[in-house]
């Protein structure tokens, strides 16, 4: 089992609700969870799903399975750019389409 980095813990707080996928990956079954505050739930399960299924294919083909399986997946809807973690390594504000077509993308 791989170790819980616990460096430079971050708390979110707010009105979260959760929703679950299960994604099958090259070294089987992993826990897909989704934290976001509850009025971004229906943008949530419209976009982040589909690229975190893209994102983990591609980890998966270019760098080998996912390296956390026995810890999970969760992506949190934050309102500001944050740090990654190893429990929730993507932290993103979900927005919508910029001028310039990026969406949601975290510059921090």
């Given at each position: 089992m791989?170790?819980?980095s616990n460096?430079c ?7 979260y609700?959760t929703f679950h996928?299960d994604?099958?990956g ?7 969870d989704?934290?976001?505050?509850d009025?971004?739930l ?9 690229q975190v299924?893209?994102?983990l294919?591609?980890?998966?083909h270019?760098f ?5 399986y026995?810890?999970?997946?969760k992506?949190?809807d934050v ?16 927005a919508t389409p910029?001028a310039?077509g ?7």
């Amino acid at each position: 089992m791989n170790p819980i980095s616990n460096y430079c813990l971050i708390p979110y707080v707010g009105k979260y609700v959760t929703f679950h996928e299960d994604f099958q990956g090259e070294k089987g079954h992993l826990d897909l969870d989704y934290w976001v505050l509850d009025y971004n739930l229906k943008r949530a399960k419209d976009y982040m799903p589909e690229q975190v299924h893209n994102m983990l294919h591609a980890h998966e083909h270019w760098f080998g399975p996912y390296p956390f399986y026995e810890d999970s997946y969760k992506l949190v809807d934050v309102q500001h750019t944050g740090m990654e973690h190893q429990r929730a390594p993507w932290p993103m504000g979900i927005a919508t389409p910029s001028a310039t077509g990026d969406a949601g993308r975290s510059t921090g």
